[in-house]
């Protein structure tokens, strides 16, 4: 019962860089998101995907690009990564976007030096 | 953009003890949710509360909607060691969730 699988689970990144962070689930689920967690902060969503072939912005999409591969994949690019992005991402998927019922992979944590 | 302030932002009790957190939002939300995370992990939703006055149980947790709906609490009775972790509260509004900034919940040994 894998769940949300994401990879990498820990990555460093210098200035600049550019790097892709994936994400699968195998629920069957509609809905798709990406949040990012720091500390003394709740999660801010990034971008969502309500469904195959849908993608918006969050609160905080500044820096990043999604793409939503299929129904099970959804992932988070950053193009030129800054000290600012440095956090733990989170994605999430639900059955649908008004479902309340969440499941959450284990995260990514990343550093940009 | 809307904000939930939640409190307290950390709380060091013994074991057996009740612990009481909460959740005030200046906005109104149609569900509230709490969530716990433990270190490593993603968060996993312990409660889900849909309509105002809602009083939910899940096991030693009790969580309510209030009143106004822009308010919710969190109990748990009789703390156990695998209580401690971080508690979200979660606020549902046009097809997004807001989040509080958490409580981290500590054990005294």
């Known amino acids: 019962n894998a769940g949300v699988t994401q990879t990498p689970k820990f990555q460093v990144l210098k200035t600049g860089q550019s790097m892709t962070l994936q994400c699968a689930q195998d629920?069957?689920?509609?809905?798709m998101y990406w949040y990012r967690q720091d500390p003394g902060m709740g999660l801010r969503l990034i971008y969502y995907s309500a469904s195959e072939g849908t993608t918006d912005k969050g609160e905080v999409p500044n820096g990043y690009n999604v793409s939503r591969l299929n129904k099970r994949e959804f992932s988070l690019r950053l193009e030129s990564a800054a000290p600012s992005q440095t956090s733990v991402y989170f994605c999430?998927?639900?059955?649908?976007?008004?479902?309340?019922?969440?499941?959450f992979g284990s995260g990514t944590r990343l550093t940009v030096v | 953009g809307q904000q939930l302030n939640q409190s307290p932002q950390s709380m060091f009790i013994q074991e057996g003890e009740d612990v009481s957190m909460n959740c005030t939002s200046s906005?109104?939300?149609?569900?509230w949710l709490w969530y716990k995370q433990d270190p490593g992990e993603g968060p996993v939703l312990l409660i889900a509360?849909?309509?105002a006055g809602e009083l939910t149980s899940n096991g030693r947790l009790t969580a309510q909607f209030g009143i106004t709906r822009k308010d919710s609490f969190l109990n748990i009775s009789a703390s156990i060691p695998s209580d401690v972790g971080i508690y979200f509260c979660?606020?549902?509004?046009?097809?997004?969730?807001?989040w509080g900034a958490g409580t981290k919940l500590i054990i005294k040994p």
């Open positions: 979660a606020g549902h509004s046009n097809y997004q969730l807001i």
């Open positions: 999430a998927s639900s059955e649908a976007a008004a479902n309340y019922g969440y499941t």
């Open positions: 629920m069957n689920h509609n809905s």
């Open positions: 906005s109104i939300f149609n569900t």
């Open positions: 509360l849909y309509k």
